[in-house]
């Protein structure tokens, strides 16, 4: 069986935020996407990446001043990238995440941002997988 790569449950073609967006801006589009992480981008250059946990106390302190649009999010995304390719095997990368406790990583291929995997992601492919592997133990 072949070894399943990161390309195979990334979310390609993730949406970006610049590194200059204020923090309600952030808050808005991960709302609207529905995501928890959003990769940060300096015009051109990948720098961060932005997670729920980075707003929460922006957040609190949005709530506490209406009308104020906080902090860049430059400032609060974490600049310690876990960087993969999407031909790395999964199971490399996913240990690699669980290992230094990340829920994504930045997926780059050459300079490009190509994709994001994040923990759902891993989730949705380790159930694929189980499918597989239980349909080829019943003979299906």
């Keep these: 069986m072949l070894t399943p790569t990161v390309r195979s ?3 390609p073609a993730p949406k970006v935020i610049e590194a200059q ?3 309600a801006t952030a808050h808005a589009l991960m709302e609207e996407l529905d995501v928890r992480h959003l990769p940060v981008m300096d015009r051109d250059r990948l720098v961060g990446v932005l997670s729920e946990r980075d707003l929460r106390g922006a957040r609190a302190f949005l709530d506490h001043a209406p009308g104020v649009l906080g902090p860049v999010v430059g400032d609060l995304c ?3 990238l876990l960087v993969v390719g ?3 095997p999964l199971d490399e990368a996913a240990n690699t995440m669980a290992d230094r406790k990340v ?3 930045l ?3 050459g300079v490009e941002l190509v ?3 994040t923990c ?3 989730c949705r492919g380790l159930t694929t997988l189980v499918g597989k592997l239980r349909a080829l133990s019943e003979g299906k």
Excluded: E, F
């Design 107 to 109: 997926v780059v291929q």
């Design 9 to 11: 449950v990334m979310t």
């Design 120 to 122: 759902v992601d891993v």
């Design 21 to 23: 967006a204020d923090t």
């Design 86 to 88: 999407p031909d790395d």
């Design 78 to 80: 974490s600049r310690n």
């Design 115 to 117: 994709g994001i995997m």
């Design 103 to 105: 829920g994504a990583a």
